[in-house]
T-cell receptor, first 111, second 112 residues
Framework: QKEVEQNSGPLSVPEGAIASLNCTYSDRGSQSFFWYRQYSGKSPELIMFIYSNGDKEDGRFTAQLNKASQYVSLLIRDSQPSDSATYLCAVKGTSYDKVIFGPGTSLSVIP | DVKVTQSSRYLVKRTGEKVFLECVQDMDHENMFWYRQDPGLGLRLIYFSYDVKMKEKGDIPEGYSVSREKKERFSLILESASTNQTSMYLC???????????FGPGTRLLVL
C-alpha cells in the first residue's frame, strides 16, 4: 500500500468552478499535512498546510483534514486557468522530519 | 523571504563523470533534503541531513553521496554519472518538526 495516495488525474474543470483534490495517507500517527502546487518545469511551491481536524481557508483555497478517516483534501473555489498545475499532497509522519509526497494530481482549468 | 538556491538550472554531463549539485538556503534551517523527480514516479528522497555533517539515506541513495560541511549548504554528488540518473533534482530545506519544506528551483540533469 502506498503511503500517500491522491485521486488519479488529470482533472479538468471549467473556469469559475470548484476543483476538489483528494489525498489519503496510511500512517495514522501523521501530524502535519501540506499541499504544494507545481507548474510544469518548475519546483513545488507550498500553498497550504494544516495540522488540526477541520477546515482551513486561505483566499480561494480550503484545506480539509479528517484524521479519523486519514483523509485530506484541497478545494479551489472560482478556479482560474492560472490554477492549472500538478498538486502534490505531502504528509509528515512519525519518522523523524521526513515528509512523504503523493504522486500528484494534474489539474486543468478550461477557460 | 524564503530562499533556496541551486547551483545550476541545467546540466549536461557524460557517463562516468563526477557531478556536483549544490544547494544553499538562507533561512537557517537545520534540515535539508535532496529529491529527484521523474515522470510517473513522483518525488523520491535521495538523502537528507538534519545537522551539519549528519546525513541519512532516503529511499534511493544508490549511486549518490552527499556532503554538509556548513549549515546553509548541502551538496549532492554523483560519483560516476549514469544515463539512468538523468532527472530533475530538487533541493529543499525545513525547520525540524514543522515539516514545511521549501524547494529550490531544481536542476535538470542530462547524462549522455
Amino acid at each position: 500500500q502506498k503511503e500517500v495516495e491522491q485521486n488519479s488525474g488529470p482533472l479538468s474543470v471549467p473556469e469559475g468552478a470548484i476543483a476538489s483534490l483528494n489525498c489519503t495517507y496510511s500512517d495514522r500517527g501523521s501530524q502535519s499535512f501540506f499541499w504544494y502546487r507545481q507548474y510544469s518545469g518548475k519546483s513545488p511551491e507550498l500553498i497550504m498546510f494544516i495540522y488540526s481536524n477541520g477546515d482551513k481557508e486561505d483566499g480561494r483555497f480550503t484545506a480539509q483534514l479528517n484524521k479519523a478517516s486519514q483523509y485530506v483534501s484541497l478545494l479551489i473555489r472560482d478556479s482560474q486557468p492560472s490554477d492549472s498545475a500538478t498538486y502534490l499532497c505531502a504528509v509528515k509522519g512519525t519518522s523523524y522530519d521526513k515528509v512523504i509526497f503523493g504522486p500528484g494530481t494534474s489539474l486543468s482549468v478550461i477557460p | 523571504d524564503v530562499k533556496v538556491t541551486q547551483s545550476s538550472r541545467y546540466l549536461v554531463k557524460r557517463t562516468g563523470e563526477k557531478v556536483f549539485l549544490e544547494c544553499v538556503q538562507d533561512m537557517d534551517h537545520e534540515n535539508m533534503f535532496w529529491y529527484r523527480q521523474d515522470p510517473g514516479l513522483g518525488l523520491r528522497l535521495i538523502y537528507f541531513s538534519y545537522d551539519v555533517k549528519m546525513k541519512e539515506k532516503g529511499d534511493i541513495p544508490e549511486g549518490y553521496s552527499v556532503s554538509r560541511e556548513k549549515k546553509e549548504r548541502f551538496s549532492l554528488i554523483l560519483e560516476s554519472a549514469s544515463t539512468n540518473q538523468t532527472s530533475m533534482y530538487l533541493c529543499a530545506s525545513s525547520f525540524p518538526s514543522l515539516g514545511t519544506q521549501y524547494f529550490g528551483p531544481g536542476t535538470r540533469l542530462l547524462v549522455l
